[in-house]
């Protein structure tokens, strides 16, 4: 299986203007930064509430706390752990109970990572709501979940795959959908 | 970065695994220690499946950190102990695997006095099976508990000098740990009388010592062993009491190992032979660490083995 690179939906100036509104838009509906928890689903969901974080510090002047989520011991299909075996550490910054947490991954697609990431939140306790914000939402859900805060919404066919990259992983920041060929 | 799959359908010895393969199971550990310490200490990821403790030897220690792991990864656990199993009424042990392969479970975890017995049901058996300690061949899981311990406290394997004390003959956690540290690239001592220590252990690129002084000597990592009093050590001694003056670890001698060196032991431990409750008890002493290392490490086995057996499936 190939992947081709069609086009580039965001560039890294983009994706930063993306996430500056997104940023807004979280304190808008939060009022504010109190009993706000900004938390990244691993991999790239954890470069994402960096940035929003950042941004969110500049916009009301005060940083809200941050935490990382690794999903893989909630996922559904455990056949997917022989290919992608590693399992990495989950952390909160302080008690979830009564915060407002407001999840972040890249993509936004079946909706199964999210259903997954809300499992594994009630393990760490009661909070008051879950938010969820995504940088794509590319649609073809398969459960009923809905991104709060959407950075773009992507049309996309089946053989499609959105690649997103931040420079903290990947070397350089971009939203790119790339196209699945079958070989020969 | 692309990370090591894992292939392995069986986890039976350290000695089937790559560099790669270890530090795989390793890594995948140390985040499982992170569960422990969460308010639910459960994960739902082996829900539904079942896992078979099949103990032909008695060990209360490993059988309650495999049955501790599988529950906090939500699977089913059943318990076969020697007392009251079929082999004391004559079964033979195929037979007992025909009968086990008709329950279904997922995983079986062996404990065996003879070695190559999980080998042998692994070959029989369609489910994954966990080699729990075989005679004194191999026990993969506490070898991998004592290397996660060292990371933890050393932040590396490679380049640590490690000193293993007491047998080293009958010892299967010795030669798994053997396999295991020199693999990752430490420099590994094994010190024990005469009768404990076999000819041509150094072939496993081991320093062969038969006093405690020069093995302990700039260590890192003191592994003191326990002394088998319930199976051959009696015989091989001619007095505890000769033992423990000359192979006990007490304050004194740690004092020849480096000033930041731990303190492992697999337990249980007979105070007072092959370790003084100074040591035991003292600030260097991990011997605790280790027992909640072994449950991350043995629900690290058993993720990666169910990734195996979904893929084949």
């Not at chain 1, 950042?54 to 997917?80: A, F, Q």
């Not at chain 1, 999210?114 to 306790?125: I, N, S, T, Y």
């Not at chain 2, 089913?76 to 009424?89: C, E, L, M, P």
Request: some cysteine.
């Amino acid at each position: 299986m190939n992947l081709v690179a069609k086009a580039t939906i965001l560039d890294a100036a983009e994706t930063a203007r993306v996430l500056r509104r997104m940023a807004g838009e979280i304190v808008e509906a939060q009022r504010g930064v109190e009993g706000l928890i900004i938390v990244g689903i691993r991999s790239r969901g954890v470069p994402m509430a960096e940035a929003i974080c950042t941004e969110i510090e500049r916009l009301e002047g005060k940083r809200p706390p941050m935490g990382t989520l690794d999903i893989t011991l909630y996922r559904d299909d455990l056949s997917l752990i022989a290919p992608k075996p590693v399992v990495r550490e989950s952390h909160l910054p302080e008690d979830i109970e009564g915060k407002v947490l407001v999840l972040c991954d890249d993509v936004l697609y079946t909706g199964r990572t999210a259903r997954a990431a809300l499992d594994a939140l009630v393990d760490f306790g009661r909070p008051r709501a879950i938010r969820l914000a995504v940088l794509v939402d590319r649609g073809w859900r398969e459960l009923p979940i809905h991104a709060d805060f959407v950075g773009r919404k992507v049309p996309t066919r089946a053989n499609e795959v959105i690649k997103v990259s931040f420079e903290a992983i990947d070397g350089e920041t971009s939203v790119q959908i790339l196209e699945r060929q079958a070989e020969g | 970065m692309t990370e090591p799959a894992w292939t392995r359908k069986d986890l039976l010895g350290i000695g089937e695994l790559s560099v790669a393969e270890i530090e795989l199971i390793l890594n995948t550990a140390e985040s499982f220690a992170e569960v422990a310490e969460r308010p639910v200490k459960k994960v739902p990821t082996l829900r539904g499946k079942t896992v078979v403790n099949l103990f032909f030897e008695p060990s209360t220690r490993t059988r309650v950190s495999f049955e501790i792991a599988a529950q906090r990864l939500s699977a089913d656990v059943v318990n076969f102990t020697s007392a009251g199993s079929s082999q004391v009424k004559g079964e033979t042990l195929a037979d007992t695997a025909k009968n086990i392969a008709s329950m279904a479970p997922d995983f079986v975890v062996v404990r065996h006095a003879h070695a190559g017995v999980p080998a042998m049901l692994a070959r029989q058996l369609e489910c994954g099976v966990v080699n729990a300690g075989d005679g004194a061949h191999e026990h993969p899981t506490q070898a991998l508990l004592d290397a996660t311990t060292i990371r933890l406290h050393k932040g590396r394997i490679a380049g640590l000098t490690v000193a293993m004390v007491g047998d080293i003959m009958h010892s299967r956690v010795v030669r798994s740990n053997i396999l295991l540290l020199t693999r990752l690239g430490a420099r590994v001592r094994v010190a024990g009388p005469r009768t404990m220590v076999p000819r041509g252990i150094e072939t496993l690129g081991v320093e062969v010592h038969h006093e405690l002084e020069p093995a302990l000597a700039g260590a890192d990592v003191v592994m003191m062993l326990r002394l088998q009093l319930e199976r051959q050590s009696r015989t091989l001694l001619p007095s505890l009491s000769e033992y423990s003056r000359l192979f006990g670890l007490d304050a004194e001698r740690m004092r020849l190992a480096k000033p930041d060196a731990i303190v492992l032991h697999p337990g249980p431990m007979n105070r007072g032979v092959e370790i003084t409750s100074e040591v035991a008890d003292g600030s260097q002493s991990v011997i605790l660490e280790q027992v909640g290392q072994g449950v991350a490490v043995r629900m690290a086995a058993l993720y990666l083995l169910a990734g195996t057996r979904e893929a084949r499936s």
